[in-house]
């Protein structure tokens, strides 16, 4: 099972109604891999968008399921969407951004792609069990808020859960903050998904230990 499969099945779900990115990190002033996170985010964003007809063909390698390698050696620019981009039937995905490092020209630039950048920690009320939530590599508090709620996204890209949980259990002195187990949160979302990881992109190291959990029962030949 390859990416492109779990995302077509996506885009024909009704459940995905929104896009929550936590973490993305500064574009002006930040890391390298915040661009990559971008630019793989967009890709995913186009074959959800409704007005994506024709997804592109299956990998027959995992090493090859993000497609051909990019030909450049720098992120490239990402053109702004047109109003009125995605007219097929249904209204396009809202996509909300936050990070309390986005500076004036991160959120200028980004809501030139027609994106919403909210303050912290506003995007976790946006979080529901329509909510593809992308947010790799950070850190635990952030994904216990995101993932402890009734309503958990129904797609998630995030590091390794399991991995996150094998942190807690190494650190013998560490302690849930009152009142939150975020093993059990972890745990339970596990439970409720199925999940695979992400091909190693030898470009960057931002894929590393980062699996894509989607809500068991969607239309997908799980293998």
Avoid at 135 to 140: D, I, K, M, T
Wanted: charged share 20%; aromatic share 10%; net charge negative.
């Amino acid at each position: 099972l390859f990416l492109e499969d779990i995302i077509i099945a996506w885009g024909k779900s009704p459940l995905v109604a929104n896009c929550i990115v936590l973490g993305l990190g500064s574009l002006s002033n930040g890391r390298r891999s915040s661009w990559w996170e971008l630019v793989f985010l967009e890709s995913v964003l186009e074959l959800l968008s409704p007005s994506s007809s024709s997804p592109p063909p299956i990998s027959s390698s995992p090493s090859q399921a993000l497609g051909p390698k990019p030909r450049f050696t720098e992120p490239p620019d990402i053109p702004p969407k047109e109003e009125g981009e995605n007219t097929q039937g249904k209204p396009p995905m809202k996509v909300y951004l936050q990070d309390p490092i986005f500076n004036a020209l991160d959120r200028t630039f980004l809501s030139s792609l027609g994106y919403t950048v909210l303050p912290h920690p506003d995007a976790f009320n946006h979080i529901t069990e329509s909510t593809f939530l992308f947010a790799p590599h950070l850190e635990l508090e952030i994904y216990a808020k995101a993932l402890n709620t009734s309503t958990p996204p129904t797609i998630c890209v995030s590091t390794d859960l399991q991995q996150c949980i094998d942190r807690m259990d190494a650190i013998s002195s560490y302690d849930n903050p009152p009142g939150e187990n975020r093993r059990e949160v972890f745990q339970r979302y596990m439970e409720s998904t199925v999940s695979r990881p992400l091909p190693d992109f030898e470009r960057d190291d931002w894929m590393y230990f980062t699996r894509v959990y989607w809500t068991k029962g969607q239309d997908i030949n799980a293998r």
